[in-house]
């Protein structure tokens, strides 16, 4: 059997800034990218957040810059999906969607989280052209604009909050009578002039020639005084919660009720399994930043090396 030091399972920046940091320190990781390589990223437009970048780039090149980088300092960086893991016993077992199995002295566990949609299929028609998952990501591009936010939880609360900073108004659109969110994010989202929350609305599907011109609601809905509308906005952000990859690995790893990975102590990505690590948006409910996710890798490639150096002493 295929055996490694060091495994990192999947390619978004967390995967690749481990990769870069396993390589750096003669580790020769092998890196799976899984089944969307360059993670969620690659669904984004420009990004203007990520340091490095004064005029900003688009997610994809700077997905293919950071595989480019990995590759350039030895990591062996591979299609494919890993489907199961066994972490019994050092070094741990890892197979892949193809069947071959490789056994690994470290893994680190970067397998990202997936924003959800409410599944209709007018978000796929206008993904990048109005619609968008992550408000820190694409709000700037909405500046003295028209915007929703679906959802009532604290993420939804939070991006309408930012977004109202930038937009000229921000409808919040609510499924049920109530939000969700901590009493505090409640106030602050209902004492916010900019912010109008449309309760007990659902959404039907989006319209606009070239990009989202506005969305098609339905308000109460099944009930006597249902009403179906048409409301003009610019810009309509999904914040109904994210999904971490994390299910292969619960078996052996310890996650919140919600999926993501609970670090077992304040490096943020060590685990109760000792020379398995995790790192990126799988183990951060909170932050869900580009940055974020990379130094995390860092981190994880480093406590990798550690492990190492100290298993071998
Ligand atoms: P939540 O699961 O808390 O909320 C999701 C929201 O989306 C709910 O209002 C839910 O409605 C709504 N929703 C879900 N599916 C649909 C759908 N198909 N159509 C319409 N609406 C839908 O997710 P969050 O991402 O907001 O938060 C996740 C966790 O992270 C929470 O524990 C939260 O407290 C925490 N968090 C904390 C922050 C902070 O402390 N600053 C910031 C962000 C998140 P319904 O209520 O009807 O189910």
Redesign the pocket.
């Known amino acids: 059997m295929e055996k490694t030091k060091c495994l990192v399972i999947g390619s978004g920046p967390a995967g690749y800034t481990a990769a870069i940091y396993a390589s750096r320190a003669n580790l020769s990781p092998v890196l799976i990218e899984g089944i969307q390589p360059g993670g969620q990223l690659t669904q984004t437009t420009v990004i203007e957040n990520f340091p490095g970048f004064p005029q900003g780039i688009t997610g994809p090149e700077l997905m293919d810059n950071m595989r480019k980088q990995a590759v350039n300092v030895g990591a062996d960086v591979r299609s494919g999906s890993v489907t199961d893991v066994d972490f019994e016993a050092n070094p741990y077992k890892v197979t892949l969607d193809n069947g071959s199995e490789i056994e690994a002295e470290t893994v680190i566990i970067a397998t990202g989280a997936a924003a959800?949609y409410?599944?209709i299929s007018d978000e796929i028609k206008y993904q990048g052209m109005g619609v968008s998952a992550c408000a820190t990501c694409d709000g700037f591009f909405y500046r003295k604009k028209v915007v929703a936010v679906?959802?009532?939880?604290?993420?939804?609360?939070?991006e309408a909050n930012y977004l109202a900073s930038l937009a000229a108004k921000v409808y919040l659109?609510?499924?049920?009578p109530?939000?969700?969110?901590?009493k505090a994010?409640q106030d602050r989202t209902l004492a916010n002039p900019k912010i109008e929350v449309l309760f007990e609305h659902?959404?039907v599907g989006l319209y606009g020639e070239d990009g989202v011109e506005g969305v098609h609601l339905v308000k109460r809905k099944g009930e006597p005084d249902e009403k179906y509308y048409d409301l003009p906005i610019d810009g309509f952000f999904l914040?109904?919660?994210?999904k971490p990859n994390s299910d292969i690995f619960k078996k052996y790893l310890k996650t919140d009720e919600?999926g993501y990975f609970v670090p077992a102590d304040c490096s943020g990505v060590k685990t109760a399994v000792p020379g398995v690590f995790v790192a990126g948006d799988v183990a951060d409910?909170?932050y869900r930043q580009a940055i974020n996710a990379a130094a995390s890798g860092c981190r994880a490639a480093m406590e990798a090396e550690r492990y190492l150096t100290n298993k071998e002493a």
Do not use: Q, Y
């Open positions: 959800k409410l599944g679906v959802g009532g939880g604290d993420t939804a609360c939070e659109i609510v499924r049920k109530f939000l969700r969110a901590s994010m659902n959404t914040a109904i919660g994210h919600t409910p909170h």
